[in-house]
């Protein structure tokens, strides 16, 4: 079984500062873990994925996120945000073991992030 | 690489109508597709696994006499929603992915309104 947490419902920053979006996971098999942007009206986007290679993963648009086994977390992060970051944002984990788990994704409940000029 | 379309983006219809939606992967094969449904302000849900070649599975609580699901080549899936009612509204996005580790990609969804 697994399942995904994002800990913050709506996140609102100023421009120009930090953005930190918290996801923790709990899964049976070791996961591959992603991070998805979705602007309004608009399929997914993915921003970076973690696959068991190096924990600090770097993403698109100036995201990262680092795993972290012993937390069981997959935080976002990235050091700057600009206004057109506004938008929402899922963490997903896939495990990977086959069988009838493939594909079976489980999404967070997304984190709405907000960018005040 | 690794761009999914889906169309239309937009449908309205008639209660009682049928509308079919497609999923194409444009630049690589996909032997499995999936298909959401997000409910406003709500994460996606998963309603079907679609095999190319072979028949649909479908997750529990999703009727599949309803939400007919059509795997006829490698680069394209449908959603059929039969006899649609107004609760049918929703965002309705597909994706495929081109390796069992790798991520989804997915369709820019599809905004399904039944008046």
């Known amino acids: 079984a697994q399942s995904v947490t994002q800990l913050d419902s709506h996140v609102s920053v100023s421009e120009g500062t930090p953005v930190l979006l918290r996801c923790n996971y709990s899964?049976?098999?070791?996961?591959?873990l992603f991070w998805y942007v979705q602007h309004p009206n608009k399929g997914l986007q993915l921003l970076l994925k973690?696959?068991?290679?190096?924990?600090l993963v770097k993403g698109i648009n100036g995201f990262e996120a680092e795993f972290k086994k012993s937390e069981t977390s997959f935080h976002l992060t990235k050091p700057s945000a600009h206004m057109s970051d506004a938008a929402e944002y899922f963490c997903?984990?896939?495990?990977?073991?086959?069988?009838?788990?493939?594909?079976?994704?489980?999404f967070g409940q997304g984190t709405i992030l907000t960018v005040h000029p | 690489g690794a761009v999914v379309s889906q169309h239309p983006s937009r449908v309205i219809c008639k209660s009682g109508t049928s509308v079919k939606i497609e999923c194409r992967s444009l630049?690589?094969?996909?032997?499995?597709m999936f298909w959401y449904r997000q409910f406003p302000k709500q994460s996606l849900m998963l309603m079907a696994t679609?095999?190319?070649?072979?028949?649909?599975?479908?997750e529990q609580g999703v009727e599949k006499d309803k939400f007919l699901i059509n795997h006829a080549s490698l680069t394209l899936s449908t959603l059929t929603v039969t006899s649609a009612h107004p609760e049918d509204s929703s965002f309705y996005i597909c994706?495929?992915?081109?390796?069992?580790?790798?991520?989804?990609?997915f369709g820019n969804g599809t905004r399904l309104t039944v008046t």
């Open positions: 994706s495929a992915r081109l390796g069992q580790r790798e991520p989804l990609h």
């Open positions: 899964s049976s098999y070791s996961p591959s």
């Open positions: 973690y696959t068991s290679a190096a924990t």
């Open positions: 997903v984990v896939s495990p990977n073991a086959g069988g009838t788990s493939y594909g079976k994704l489980t």
């Open positions: 630049d690589f094969q996909a032997t499995t």
């Open positions: 679609s095999n190319e070649g072979s028949k649909a599975t479908y």
